[in-house]
Structure formats: structure tokens, C-alpha cells
């Protein structure tokens, strides 16, 4: 994973921060240090996960929306018939 500072914004790219187990612990020690991070993602985010972002004052999250039709989805990305993009959305 690779850190880019600029004005205040942390953003964490070379991979999906949500893929990495201990993120939160990240996004909680990116807040303590006072930076704003920007998050990318295409990985549909469980409710508890949204919460805990907005708590953690994230204002901005980048989701890649490719479809909300699960067998679009299972043939362009490759995703699990579970992926529930259209539900994510619902807890925002």
C-alpha cells in the first residue's frame, strides 16, 4: 500500500483498504494524525462499516459502481452471488 500527502488528504492507494483485516485500526490512526483520507472502493461495505466510517468523520468515499444487477456483476468482475451493491446504498 502507498501513502500520497497533499493538503491535508491522506490517500491510501495500491489496493482496496477494505480488503486489508486491520483498516479500521488505519482509518482511526489516519484521523488521529489529523489527515483526511480518501477512500476508493468497489467492495460493497457491510452497515456496521458505514457507521463506523461516518463516525470516523471520513466526508468522502470513491465506490466504483460497475452495476447493481448481481450476474453483470459475477460476469465483469468476477464477484460472489452475495455481492449486494444496491443494499450498501440503503444504509448510506
Known sequence: MK???WGGNLALT???IFAFPD????IRKVGQYGFTPLLSTKIPLKEDD????????IKFLQFS???IF???LQTMVRVKE???VKQMFEYS
Open 23 to 26: 483498516w479500521k485500526e488505519v
Open 82 to 84: 452475495d455481492y449486494n
Open 65 to 67: 459502481l460497475d452495476s
Open 50 to 57: 458505514i457507521y463506523f466510517l461516518k463516525e470516523s468523520g
Open 3 to 5: 501513502l500520497m500527502i
Open 14 to 16: 495500491g489496493g482496496d
Open 70 to 72: 448481481p450476474s453483470t
